[in-house]
């Protein structure tokens, strides 16, 4: 039920070579409801002027789709990606490792991360004694990491594989680490940070995805 590790076996491999990315033969209406979801969301939240959010949901976003992207381009360099999502399992699959429905979903797990955390934003967990403890931002980061990555690990042990590993070397440990710290620990920092600081930051990691996505598509590297 659970896959903690990639395998390495040929089945892995063919099934990533048999993976279309962009395309729409397995296309449904689905995809235009989850849309229509995740805009009523964000306006909701604009609409509130709860713009800490929109922050939030952005930040993370952004994030993801810079590792997704990186993700292709290991694909591309390396024969095989890191995490690859298979042709069964979604209605459009946008770059080798994620699908529609997926980045869907991490375009509000941001969202919904940030608004896990308490109203007071510099509550500190096991602050006593003279300790100083772990900040709330912090703490919730690495409780929605460890989440997503169990979540993760289930998908890739699903029969229409969800999800797929083919590296030995990786699976829900690197995942955890390396892949969704980074998302929440964007979601739940960006928000606070100086608002120069906080432009910058959001500018900078979706020009350089859009940057990247013009250039590497055309080239037929992602």
């Not at 083919?166 to 940070?193: C, E, H, Q, R």
């Amino acid at each position: 039920m659970f896959v903690f590790w990639g395998d390495g076996s040929q089945e892995a491999k063919d099934l990533i070579n048999s993976i279309i990315v962009r395309s729409t033969e397995n296309f449904n209406w689905t995809f235009i409801f989850i849309l229509a979801v995740v805009f009523y969301v964000y306006w909701t939240e604009i609409h509130k002027k709860n713009y800490e959010v929109i922050w939030a949901g952005l930040a993370l976003y952004g994030v993801h789709w810079l590792y997704e992207i990186l993700n292709a381009v290991i694909a591309h360099v390396a024969g095989y990606p890191l995490w690859a999502v298979s042709n069964e399992s979604t209605t459009f699959i946008l770059l080798i490792g994620v699908c529609w429905e997926l980045s869907m979903m991490f375009s509000l797990a941001g969202i919904i991360s940030f608004k896990m955390l308490p109203k007071d934003r510099t509550v500190r967990y096991f602050a006593k004694n003279g300790r100083k403890g772990i900040s709330c931002k912090l703490a919730g980061a690495i409780s929605m990491a460890l989440l997503f990555a169990l979540v993760e690990s289930f998908l890739a042990g699903t029969s229409n594989h969800s999800f797929i590993w083919v590296y030995k070397w990786w699976g829900v440990l690197p995942v955890f680490i390396t892949t969704y710290i980074p998302f929440f620990l964007a979601s739940n920092y960006v928000p606070d940070m100086a608002p120069k600081t906080r432009k910058r930051f959001l500018a900078g990691i979706w020009g350089l995805d859009a940057l990247l996505l013009v250039i590497l598509i055309p080239l037929g590297i992602i």
